[in-house]
């Protein structure tokens, strides 16, 4: 069986070279629909792969100390609302652990009647639920005062959404019967560095989710398999993955990453601390940086908007540089705490132009400019910023970061 | 400082708690022993309840320190490349803040917790306990806030008062305004 597979995908690479060979022969000409149909990428196979012609990919910076730990999703080429798994932004702290799901436990303890420890299968057993939601490092789009990046994977790539499906953490924390006093909870991490936060026990009884699905399949390694936090429209930081430990609490255990890191310098030396939601944001994909419109004439704008507080009510593009602003249209479903996309048509009169979006959510909160957000936060903060993004369309179609 | 703002939540959760506490609906999972939870739980709290037996001093910690830190963060804490350790204090209001141990993190409690828990990268949980107080002990002697001689242990440390301990405030968005005054 399997090696008659395999014997399938070789005769269908070497079908596909032939048929290459054939085309690139005939005189340079591209080849019509009649030969594009004779191409075979094989038969049937166990895992299924992409066309062998996109090349869509997470991207990162290279880094001087040799370490690389975040890669960003290409939102240029997303459509819809949901973030292939194999495409979701990373961001981990202490590398990727290969963790075997079946040695793999979870601790729930602290202030409750009845510490318990589960397996991953026991899990599985009790009543689950499948939410779609975004999560969205803190740290993207940056305040564009430290730097900004060309494209909107670069500016904007630490966004993604997917369907999580796992056990809500209410549920768990029933189970083993939270007591009198707790206020909050101390998650943490199997990775190399036992990643920690703390978390008010209020976010955990409303809709947390202990998650072990993700789009249909299992968690990614690099989404926290076998079993993550999945805490709706906070920063992603705080949605604890490879989730080893719950400890109930009555305070919050001020570890490294929520008082080192993860905390915004203000302009008077005072830092803001435990600034969980994830405002109002939009951003366009289509064109963004580094894209290229061939010439004048019809294009659907579009683009993605999210809020930590909710769902998103309107979404308004300007093509004008922000002169004027018109409604985009949200495709449905509009959901709480994911990602919306919206449409814009628009027809490019070959000059130049500059188009950007804003987004309401639904309770009520617009995204700001750069300077509307330095004006009161300054140039040291790092995180938190839902500010608007500019892109400058030039005469020649080339597509740039116009708040560069 | 706004405490205040996370007392109300506080208070709420107490009761939200209270109404919750019930027998368990699905019975799926195991009991865990209480040796099984201390061997677990390495988690440290800002009142140091959990600390650990042991204890170190900043002239243990250099050594220390110059074998499994020094590396990363440099000699004297300040070279990098990660993380810098050591000085910064009176930058954080000016146009190049320096955060560091001595003039950021607001608890002497959570050096331990990090060292402990995600230090040597190239083998966290390595360290003794000894050693993880005299690593802190040599980070906050090296910046000025205790003396070289001062035995650090899970009496002590939790008591230090770290410099930037009053400088977080909770969270005040929305916090702009728009030019023409309506609600951001």
Not at chain 1, 60 to 65: G, K, L, V, Y
Not at chain 1, 146 to 166: D, F, K, L
Not at chain 2, 153 to 171: E, H, W, Y
Request: net charge positive; proline share 6%; with cysteine.
């Amino acid at each position: 069986m399997k090696s008659s597979r395999r014997r399938f995908l070789k005769d269908g690479a070497i079908l596909t070279g032939l048929v290459a060979g054939t085309v690139q022969s005939a005189s340079g000409q591209t080849p019509g629909p009649e030969e594009a149909a004779h191409r075979s990428a094989g038969f049937v196979r166990a895992i299924g792969e992409r066309s062998r012609l996109e090349t869509s990919a997470r991207a990162w910076s290279d880094s001087s100390t040799g370490r690389v730990t975040s890669s960003l999703t290409p939102l240029q080429n997303s459509k819809g609302m949901i973030t292939p798994s194999m495409l979701h932004f990373e961001r981990h702290h202490a590398r990727v652990p290969d963790i075997d799901p079946r040695q793999y436990r979870l601790l729930i303890h602290g202030l409750v009647d009845r510490p318990l420890i589960f397996t991953v299968a026991e899990l599985e057993r009790l009543p689950s639920v499948s939410r779609i939601y975004f999560l969205e490092c803190s740290g993207n789009s940056r305040n564009p005062g430290r730097g900004n990046a060309e494209t909107v994977q670069g500016t904007h790539g630490m966004t993604s959404c997917s369907e999580w499906t796992g056990v809500p953490l209410s549920l768990l924390l029933q189970e083993a019967g939270v007591q009198k006093g707790a206020s909050w909870l101390v998650a943490e991490g199997a990775d190399a560095a036992k990643m920690t936060r703390s978390i008010p026990l209020t976010k955990a009884m409303d809709d947390i989710l202990v998650a072990y699905g993700q789009n249909g399949g299992a968690l990614r390694p690099e989404q926290g398999y076998p079993l993550r936090l999945l805490i709706p429209g906070w920063e992603g930081n705080i949605s604890i993955k490879w989730l080893r430990q719950i400890k109930v609490v009555d305070q919050p255990y001020m570890t490294r990453e929520e008082t080192s890191r993860y905390t915004d310098l203000m302009p008077d030396g005072r830092a803001r601390q435990f600034t969980f939601e994830m405002d109002a944001k939009s951003v366009i994909t289509f064109p963004s940086g580094g894209q290229n419109l061939p010439g004048p004439g019809f294009y659907e704008i579009t683009g993605l908007a999210w809020s930590g507080r909710g769902a998103i009510r309107r979404v308004e593009v300007s093509t004008d540089g922000g002169a004027s602003w018109q409604d985009a249209q949200l495709q449905e479903p509009v959901l709480r705490f994911a990602h919306t996309r919206f449409r814009f048509a628009w027809k490019w009169d070959g000059g130049e132009a500059v188009v950007q979006s804003r987004c309401i959510d639904e309770q009520g909160g617009v995204q700001p400019t750069v300077d509307d957000l330095i004006r009161v936060r300054g140039r040291s903060y790092n995180y938190h910023s839902n500010h608007i993004q500019a892109w400058k369309i030039n005469r020649n179609g080339s597509v740039q970061n116009a708040l560069v | 400082m706004r405490w205040s703002d996370l007392l109300i939540p506080a208070v709420f959760l107490v009761v939200c708690a209270a109404a919750q506490a019930q027998s368990p609906a699905y019975g799926v999972g195991r009991t865990p022993s209480a040796k099984a939870i201390r061997a677990w739980d390495i988690a440290i709290g800002p009142e140091g309840k959990e600390l650990p037996p042991g204890k170190g001093t900043a002239k243990e910690g250099a050594t220390i320190y110059a074998q499994r830190c020094a590396a990363c963060h440099g000699q004297t804490g300040t070279e990098g490349p990660f993380s810098r350790l050591v000085g910064g204090q009176g930058t954080l209001n000016t146009n190049r803040p320096v955060k560091t141990v001595g003039s950021y993190w607001p608890f002497a409690t959570t050096i331990w917790d990090y060292i402990n828990r995600a230090m040597p990268d190239d083998k966290p949980g390595s360290l003794s306990a000894d050693q993880v107080y005299a690593v802190t002990a040599f980070l906050l002697y090296r910046n000025g806030i205790i003396q070289e001689s001062d035995v650090i242990d899970a009496k002590s440390l939790p008591k230090i008062q770290m410099p930037n301990r009053n400088g977080f405030v909770s969270d005040p968005r929305p916090d702009w305004k728009t030019p023409s005054g309506g609600r951001n």
